[in-house]
């Protein structure tokens, strides 16, 4: 692919940007890119930061230029009470000095954790494939008959009649697929 900017030499790099639903692709040389600098987000020659790209996305304090606007007041920093990180130096090095950072840092983590996670911030862990459908038809057994509980608690007995029928039909078809193995 030929760069869009100069269409001489080759695009190495290739940004991929969409708003409001819109996706458009820029597909350009370093060169240009270089030349364009803050158009690409490049400081002149001095190369690309990731660590900048990561913390402008989790829109945490630190920005790619680092200096501070005017008029800004100095907040009371954030500091781990074990290894002294603080939250900026974590946003630099891209991970924790111990174990206590995590407690210290839950509040700041939360809404990167469900930016990245799509809204989910517990790990429910993978389930390997050969075993999946079965575990998968238990995990939503044990959650219907938790919400057939509560039905029963709410006295919504209709309800509770409707979800014991799922987990009977649930249980059913667990016990042909097992019967289907053996």
């Known amino acids: 692919m030929v760069c869009q900017e100069c269409k001489e030499r080759p695009a190495t790099l290739h940004f ?18 270089q030349e364009k600098g803050n158009m690409f987000m490049f400081s ?6 990731i660590n900048n790209l990561i913390a402008g996305l989790l829109n945490t304090e630190q920005t790619i230029s680092n200096e501070k606007p005017e008029g800004f007041k100095e907040n009371k920093v954030l500091q781990c009470e074990r290894c002294k990180m603080t939250f900026q130096q974590f946003t630099k090095v891209g991970r924790f000095g111990c174990s206590e950072c995590y407690r210290t840092f839950e509040e700041k983590m939360q809404p990167i954790l469900k930016r990245f996670h799509s809204g989910n911030t517990i790990h429910a862990g993978k389930i390997p494939q050969r075993i999946g ?3 998968h038809v238990r995990k939503e057994i044990d959650l219907l008959k938790e919400e057939l509980q509560a039905l029963i608690i709410q006295e919504e007995f209709e309800s509770a009649a409707n979800i014991r ?3 009977r039909e649930l249980e059913k078809k667990l016990s042909e697929k097992r019967e289907g193995e053996q």
């Open 16 to 33: 991929t940007k969409i708003i409001n639903g819109e996706k458009s692709e820029v597909h350009i040389c370093e060169h240009c890119a």
């Open 133 to 135: 459908g079965s575990m």
């Open 165 to 167: 029928d799922k987990i």
């Open 44 to 49: 002149g020659g001095s190369g690309f930061s």
